[in-house]
């Protein structure tokens, strides 16, 4: 009877045993869970303030860019227009109804109208005529913006290894390397490659050790000949359209473009 009685309170103990370790391993595997939340959370408010940040520099640079064009420009004797064109895609068109206003004006409101109803086939008759002319002028500007990409040339000899831990810590070093930009269109790409990895067992391990850096820069290449080369500038002004952000993806880098003979 002392035996059985013995085995019977070693089995109870067994099970609470058992109990306490699965309740255990329940607490920790939420206290996991939490824990890889909080990461994601943080990681994502670190990219939105990157983005931030990234934003006023580019503004800041664009202004003081702006302003010492505006010197040289009075200094030369040019108009303001004509130096803002050394920067194509960041051209402000502006509609003119003034009764004084020039055949030339006339002609550039109606090609932005144009360019509107090219943009938006679904416009409404009752659409307002500001909105309309907005998207028109976001569709010259993302126009301008790919005829400039286009005229930039594809480096040809690209010998260096670049470690890189990241795409877009990647695409960074590449536009330094070489000093050219990135098109919108890739630089969103390597974005959202970069949160491709976020949640996976490989989120935090170097890019580096698991695409061989030549093979990373060649794919970043091959992807930015065909948005230079074969993106419609009416995809671009959509996707500016709907991302009040979109000038944080576009580069302020303007390399010396070679002159056509």
Known sequence: MERERDSGGGEEG??????????FGEVYQRVEAEKLRQMVELEKQRMQFANDLEVQRMNMFMDTQRSNHGKRSASNGY???????????????????SDDSSSSDMEMETNIESDSKQLTNNTTSDQPAKERTSEGALA??????????????????????????????????????????????????????????????????????????????????????????TSSHYHIANLWLSDPMHHAFVDSIFPQLRSKS
């Open 14 to 23: 067994l099970k609470r045993l058992a109990r306490a370790i699965e309740r």
């Open 79 to 97: 108009s303001p227009y004509t130096m803002k064109r050394a920067f194509p895609w960041d051209e402000q068109v502006d509609v003119i109804s």
């Open 140 to 229: 010259r500007r993302a126009e301008m913006y790919q005829e400039y990409m286009k005229q930039i040339p594809i480096p040809a000899h690209r010998g260096s290894v670049i470690p890189f831990t990241s795409w877009m810590g990647l695409g960074k070093s590449i536009k330094q390397l070489y000093g050219q930009p990135l098109h919108y269109l890739t630089n969103i790409l390597l974005k959202q490659w970069d949160q491709l990895r976020m949640g996976s067992e490989e989120e935090y391990r170097p890019l580096d050790t698991i695409i061989h850096p030549c093979k990373a820069e060649a794919t970043i290449w091959l992807m930015e000949e065909v948005h230079r080369h």
